[in-house]
């Protein structure tokens, strides 16, 4: 299979990585890395360099460009591009796909897939989503903090996620911790639930990770956020239990004292944040849904 990763950055580059030093130079799958400026030209001299919890080593893919035209048709895509870049970044491989060609977007929030189809519709759209910690260092070189280094994708139903198993197979036989199921919208909302509110809250507050637990006001604002992130979901028929809420909650500490969400890195280093596909989204889908999310509304204004 022609495997496409594009977008080497944390995300991108930690599973596009395992998947080229699996199958890079083995002829069994050809993993095509997208990578732009000074990371593609580092990876194309001498791979791309990977620090993880696990291990450190080199991955080379089959082919890295920087050009949409040269890469041809693909079997699979990751797509693991920022949110904001969605679009822009999907349109310029439109002609990469075809009807057989399975893409899975593996960026935050819960819209991807309904952005994708809108841009790509004769490819197969299959929600996915990730939990890790990791960014890109410097060019050609990816970083792994921490996270569960899990990828989950899949449907809402049983019969049509079994159609993927074969794709599971790779990733597993790639060393990846994936995971296919048939409850894909619970997943990415549970997801969601941890992510948008506390990438919202650190991003406006400079707080990190450990900061926000051990303060008292914060911690209580944090679940108060994720219960309007329950109330919007379930307007929307998506099954979040209030369990959920506990157990997002105790992730908090588990990230380490230091640890700062992406969103609150991208505003420190004065980048674009993903607040479209997180605070403002919620914010949208309240208003939608008829839910209130005073907390989301605060925050997105001070964003």
Same mark, same amino acid.
């Given at each position: 299979?022609?495997?496409? *990763? ?11 990585? /395992? ?8 002829? +069994? ?6 990578? =732009? ?12 360099q &990977?620090?993880?919890r ?5 991955? @080379? ?6 050009? %949409? ?18 679009e822009?970044? !999907? ?31 004769? !490819?197969?759209?299959? %929600?996915g ?7 890109l260092?410097?060019?050609?070189? *990816? ?16 019969? %049509? ?5 074969? *794709? ?18 619970e ?6 639930? &941890? ?5 919202s ?6 707080k ?24 919007? !979901? ?15 909650? /105790? ?19 004065? =980048? ?14 309240? @208003?939608e ?11 997105? +204004?001070?964003?």
């Amino acid at each position: 299979m022609r495997i496409g *990763i594009i977008g080497i950055g944390g995300v991108g580059g930690y599973f596009g990585g /395992k998947l080229a030093r699996e199958y890079g130079q083995s002829g +069994q799958h050809e993993i095509i890395f997208i990578a =732009r400026g000074e990371h593609f030209k580092t990876i194309q001299q001498k791979g791309l360099q &990977l620090f993880t919890r696990e291990g450190d080593y080199v991955a @080379k893919p089959a082919f890295v460009t920087d050009d %949409s035209s040269e890469a041809g048709v693909f079997d699979l895509i990751l797509f693991c591009t920022k949110s904001y870049a969605l679009e822009n970044a !999907a349109g310029s491989f439109k002609e990469n796909v075809c009807d057989k060609t399975v893409v899975i977007p593996l960026l935050n929030g819960v819209n991807s897939a309904q952005r994708l189809r809108a841009i790509m519709p004769q !490819a197969d759209i299959v %929600s996915g989503s990730v939990y890790i910690i990791s960014h890109l260092e410097k060019p050609g070189i *990816i970083k792994q903090e921490g996270g569960a280094c899990r990828l989950t994708f899949g449907t809402d139903d049983y019969k %049509s996620a079994q159609k993927y198993s074969y *794709i599971l197979d790779i990733l597993l036989n790639g060393k990846i911790n994936a995971v296919l199921t048939d409850k894909i919208s619970e997943t990415l909302w549970n997801k969601f639930l &941890l992510m948008c509110p506390v990438g919202s809250l650190t991003a406006a507050t400079g707080k990190t990770y450990g900061q926000i637990w051990e303060d008292p006001v914060m911690r209580k604002k944090a679940r108060n956020m994720m219960l309007e992130v329950v109330a919007v !979901a379930r307007a929307r028929n998506i099954n979040l239990e209030i369990a959920s809420v506990e157990k997002a909650m /105790k992730m908090i500490p588990s990230f380490g004292y230091n640890s700062k969400t992406s969103m609150q890195m991208d505003k420190e280093k004065g =980048r674009q944040t993903e607040i479209d596909a997180l605070t403002a989204y919620l914010c949208r889908a309240g @208003k939608e849904s008829g839910v209130p999310t005073p907390l989301h509304d605060e925050i997105y +204004q001070r964003l």
